[in-house]
Each structure stands twice: as structure tokens, then as C-alpha cells.
């Protein structure tokens, strides 16, 4: 059965970082792209980052300059290093891997940015 654990959230000052991590246990066949998404209160869920199995990264506009995505050493894992963290990027963050069969979703971190 495969689980994936994200790990990083927590509160911080606007401008200030959150490196998030998630790791996949279990076994995915063929692992198209990784990625995170959030969801805001009220809000819908949005991309934030994503990253293909070849490494190529895509952004959301609102993470482009800010945010980077990379995958980890073992191809199960993938990070999110957040810097000048605004007000607006408070959300549940959630770790999506896709693979050849099934998608999965990770029970998400809680990113807050408040002074």
C-alpha cells in the first residue's frame, strides 16, 4: 500500500522559509511527475510546483522566484524549499505523485505565515 508522509510545515514570518519533504513508502509503478499543491481556507486546492520524472520543474506564477521543487536522491522523494513566504501562502500543503496506474495524495502539512 503505498502512504505518502509530508514533512516541513510550521509557522514562520512572512518573509521568512519552510523546506517541505514528502516521501512515498510503498511501490509506484512508473512515476510520471511529483508535485505540491495547497488549499487556502475557502479556497480550492492549487498547483504549486510540480516536477517531472525527467527533473523539469513547472510553477505555479505565484511560486515562480520563490519556491524551488526537487526531486530527492532516492526517486521516491520530492521537496519544496519555500522562501519569502508571504501572508497569502498560508494553506494545507499536500504532496501528489502520479504514476502509470494511480495518483496519491499525501494528508498534507500546515503552512502558516504570520508575524
Known amino acids: 500500500q503505498v502512504q505518502l508522509v509530508e514533512s516541513g510545515g510550521g509557522l514562520v514570518q512572512p518573509g521568512g522559509s519552510l523546506r517541505l519533504s514528502c516521501v512515498a513508502s510503498?511501490?509506484?509503478?512508473?512515476?510520471?511527475?511529483m508535485g505540491w499543491y495547497r488549499q487556502a481556507p475557502g479556497k480550492q486546492r492549487e498547483l504549486v510546483a510540480t516536477?517531472?520524472?525527467?527533473?523539469?520543474?513547472n510553477y505555479a506564477d505565484f511560486a515562480k522566484g520563490r519556491f524551488t521543487i526537487s526531486r530527492g536522491n532516492a526517486e521516491n522523494t520530492v521537496a519544496l524549499q519555500m522562501n519569502s513566504l508571504k501572508p497569502e501562502d498560508t494553506a494545507v500543503y499536500s504532496c501528489?505523485?502520479?504514476?502509470?496506474?494511480?495518483?496519491?495524495w499525501g494528508q498534507g502539512t500546515q503552512v502558516t505565515v504570520s508575524s
Open positions: 501528489n505523485v502520479v504514476g502509470f496506474f494511480n495518483a496519491y
Open positions: 516536477i517531472s520524472s525527467s527533473g523539469t520543474p
Open positions: 510503498g511501490s509506484i509503478f512508473n512515476i510520471n511527475h
